[in-house]
């Protein structure tokens, strides 16, 4: 039986993934498969944030493959070294872009999207498994507080593969 998940409503940024965080690692604990996984952290940040789009692309067959996601109709694939999720693919880094019109050789999956998040998500062997694709409908929406503790629930991820 699934439960609610939940976390102090009109609170900062940081306070909400500091209460999510604990519980996307009880909501996973136990569960070894990934897109399980993924749909459910996917379905976790959109119920914490709204944010426009939230998912995961999966690196397969040499492409990042369109896996879990909470929003509107996406790009199916992506090659590892185009837009941001191949930008951070490919650099094994997160990448934060304020206004993706300004980012050289950005994907538009949806004109709404202005602003962007991606993180990898690694295997155990330390190898990108997946991105973890955050858009924002607002300019710079994104900072380092998103990106530290997106990366904290991506460990968990790769501690639970």
């Not at 976390?7 to 996307?24: H, K, L, W």
């Amino acid at each position: 039986m699934a439960e609610s998940i939940g976390f102090s409503r009109g609170a900062d940024r940081a306070t909400v993934y500091r209460e999510i965080t604990p519980q996307i690692e009880a909501l996973i604990d136990g569960e070894t498969d990934a897109i399980a996984n993924f749909a459910n952290i996917a379905a976790v940040l959109k119920e914490a944030f709204g944010f426009f789009w939230i998912g995961f692309y999966v690196a397969k067959d040499g492409q990042l493959v369109l896996g879990p996601f909470q929003g509107a109709v996406a790009c199916t694939r992506i090659d590892f070294d185009k837009g941001v999720c191949g930008s951070a693919f490919s650099k094994r880094q997160t990448e934060i872009v304020s206004n993706v019109d300004k980012f050289p050789g950005h994907i538009a999956c949806s004109s709404a999207a202005r602003s962007e998040i991606v993180v990898p998500v690694f295997g155990r062997r330390g190898e990108v498994i997946a991105v973890l694709d955050i858009d924002s409908d607002k300019l710079a929406d994104f900072s380092s507080t998103d990106a530290e503790a997106l990366e904290r629930i991506a460990s968990i991820i790769t501690a639970r593969l």
